[in-house]
Antibody, heavy 121, light 112 residues
C-alpha cells in the first residue's frame, strides 16, 4: 500500500525559504518509471503543478516557479524534499506530494493529505 | 505550454441523473510514444484529490463504473452515468504528455 505524507512549517514569513518533506512508503524511488511530484492549491482555487522528480533523478519544474524551486530525493530515507525560496503571501496554499508512475499513465495516482502553509509576517 | 480548459465550471445535477464535464487542451495530448496522458481527478470537500481515470478512459482501482472517460487529441469528457451524493466535489483534468504538466481550472459538481 502506497502512502505519502507531507511535513514542514505551517507559517513562514515573506522572503523566507520554505522546506517541505514528503515521506513515503510502499514504493521505492529507485524503481524504474516511478516519481514523486509536488502540487499546491491556494485556498478555494485550482491545483497547480510545481515540480517532479523521477527514479533516475530527472527533475522537472514549473517554468513560472523554476528559479525558486529545488526538488531532491533521498532514496534511503524514502523522502523527497521541495524547497521554495523568497516566499510571498501569494504562495499561501495547501501543498501536496503525490506518487506518479508509468503504470498509470503518469497520472498522480496516490496523494498525501497535504500540508497548509501560510505566508505572513 | 499546454493550457487545459474545462467546461462548465459549475454543474448542478439531480441525484440519479447523468453528468458530463468537458476538458479541452490547447495542443494535442498525443505523445510521441502513441499514448495520450490525460487523467481525471476528483476532490471531495476537505479532501486531497483522488485519481479517477488515467490515459483518457482507464478507471483507477476502486473507482465505480458509473465514471467513464472518453475523447482524443484535444477534446476529452468525463461522464457520470448516475450521480450519487458522494460525487459532490471538484473535478480536474490533467495532462502529463508534455512538461510543464497542467491541470484544468476545475469543475464543481453540486446537487440541485
Amino acid at each position: 500500500q502506497i502512502t505519502l505524507k507531507e511535513s514542514g512549517p505551517t507559517l513562514v514569513k515573506p522572503t523566507q525559504t520554505l522546506t517541505l518533506t514528503c515521506t513515503f512508503s510502499g514504493f521505492s524511488l529507485s524503481t524504474s518509471g516511478v516519481g514523486v511530484g509536488w502540487i499546491r492549491q491556494p485556498p478555494g482555487k485550482a491545483l497547480e503543478w510545481l515540480a517532479l522528480i523521477y527514479w533516475d533523478d530527472d527533475k522537472r519544474y514549473s517554468p513560472s516557479l523554476k528559479s525558486r524551486l529545488t526538488i531532491t530525493k533521498d532514496t534511503s530515507k524514502n523522502q523527497v524534499v521541495l524547497t521554495m525560496t523568497n516566499m510571498d503571501p501569494v504562495d499561501t496554499a495547501t501543498y501536496y506530494c503525490a506518487h506518479i508512475g508509468y503504470s498509470y499513465g503518469f497520472a498522480f495516482d496516490i496523494w498525501g493529505q497535504g500540508t497548509m502553509v501560510t505566508v505572513s509576517s | 505550454d499546454i493550457v487545459m480548459t474545462q467546461t462548465p465550471l459549475s454543474s448542478p445535477v439531480t441525484l440519479g441523473q447523468p453528468a458530463s464535464i468537458s476538458c479541452r487542451s490547447s495542443q494535442s495530448l498525443v505523445h510521441s510514444d502513441g499514448n495520450t496522458y490525460l487523467s481525471w481527478l476528483q476532490q471531495r470537500p476537505g479532501q486531497p484529490p483522488r485519481l479517477l481515470i488515467y490515459k483518457i478512459s482507464n478507471r483507477f482501482s476502486g473507482v465505480p463504473d458509473r465514471f467513464s472517460g472518453s475523447g482524443a487529441g484535444t477534446d476529452f469528457t468525463l461522464k457520470i452515468s448516475r450521480v450519487e451524493a458522494e460525487d459532490v466535489g471538484v473535478y480536474y483534468c490533467m495532462q502529463a504528455t508534455q512538461f510543464p504538466y497542467a491541470f484544468g481550472q476545475g469543475t464543481k459538481l453540486e446537487i440541485k
